[in-house]
T-cell receptor
C-alpha cells in the first residue's frame, strides 16, 4: 500500500536554530514529491517539487532534497514567520494519478 | 491571477440538512481534487474529477456524498443529511492536464460545522 510518513510530528526551534524535517515514502510508480506549507485556517501553499533521487530545490531559508526512500526539508536559521505545518505529498500512477499526503510536521519557531 | 476559489469559507448546518461546497479551479486547470482535513490530521483524498467525469471516487463515502464538475461552472461537493462526524475542513485543489507531475494548487477550504 502506498504510504507517506512524516517526522517529527511537532518541532520547536529557537530562532536561528537550523533543523530538518523528514518525509519517508513507500510507493510504486512515483511521479513526483511535493512540499507544502500550511498556515492555520488556510489551504496548503505549494513550495517545491522533486522528481528524482539526488535532486535539490532551494528557496530562501528552505532546501528540499530527495533520495529513493525519503525527502528532507532543511530549514536554515529559521525565523518566527517560518512557523507553520509542513506537508509532504507524493503523486503516484496507479490507474489514475493519486496524490497522497503525510500528516505533516507542526513547526514552531520561538523568537 | 485568481487562484483556486472555494465558497463558502464557513458553513453551518444542522443534522439532516444538505451541504453544498463549491470550487472554481485555477484558470487553465481542468482537474479537480477534493480532500477532507480533521484537526491535527492530514489531508484525506476524497474524489478526483475532470470536466464532466469522475475519475476516482475511492476516498468518498458511498452514501450521502457526491461530487460533480460540470462543463460550465464550479465543481460541487454535496453532502446530504449531514451528521456531526461530517464536521471538518474540505479543501479543493486543481492541476493542469498532465501526467501527475504537476503540483496541486489549493483553495483556502470550506469549514463545515454540523450542529
Amino acid at each position: 500500500e502506498d504510504q507517506v510518513t512524516q517526522s517529527p510530528e511537532a518541532l520547536r526551534l529557537q530562532e536561528g536554530e537550523s533543523s530538518s524535517l523528514n518525509c519517508s515514502y513507500t510507493v510504486s510508480g512515483l511521479r513526483g514529491l511535493f512540499w507544502y506549507r500550511q498556515d492555520p485556517g488556510k489551504g496548503p501553499e505549494f513550495l517545491f517539487t522533486l522528481y528524482s533521487a539526488g535532486e535539490e530545490k532551494e528557496k530562501e531559508r528552505l532546501k528540499a532534497t530527495l533520495t529513493k526512500k525519503e525527502s528532507f526539508l532543511h530549514i536554515t536559521a529559521p525565523k518566527p514567520e517560518d512557523s507553520a505545518t509542513y506537508l509532504c505529498a507524493v503523486s503516484v500512477s496507479s490507474g489514475t494519478y493519486k496524490y497522497i499526503f503525510g500528516t505533516g510536521t507542526r513547526l514552531k519557531v520561538l523568537a | 491571477n485568481a487562484g483556486v476559489m472555494q465558497n463558502p469559507r464557513h458553513l453551518v448546518r444542522r443534522r439532516g440538512q444538505e451541504a453544498r461546497l463549491r470550487c472554481s479551479p485555477m484558470k487553465g486547470h481542468s482537474h479537480v481534487y477534493w480532500y477532507r482535513q480533521l484537526p491535527e490530521e492530514g489531508l484525506k483524498f476524497m474524489v478526483y474529477l475532470q470536466k464532466e467525469n469522475i475519475i476516482d471516487e475511492s476516498g468518498m463515502p458511498k452514501e450521502r456524498f457526491s461530487a460533480e464538475f460540470p462543463k460550465e461552472g464550479p465543481s460541487i461537493l454535496r453532502i446530504q443529511q449531514v451528521v456531526r462526524g461530517d464536521s471538518a475542513a474540505y479543501f479543493c485543489a486543481s492541476s493542469p492536464p498532465g501526467t501527475g507531475n504537476s503540483p496541486l494548487h489549493f483553495g483556502n477550504g470550506t469549514r463545515l460545522t454540523v450542529t
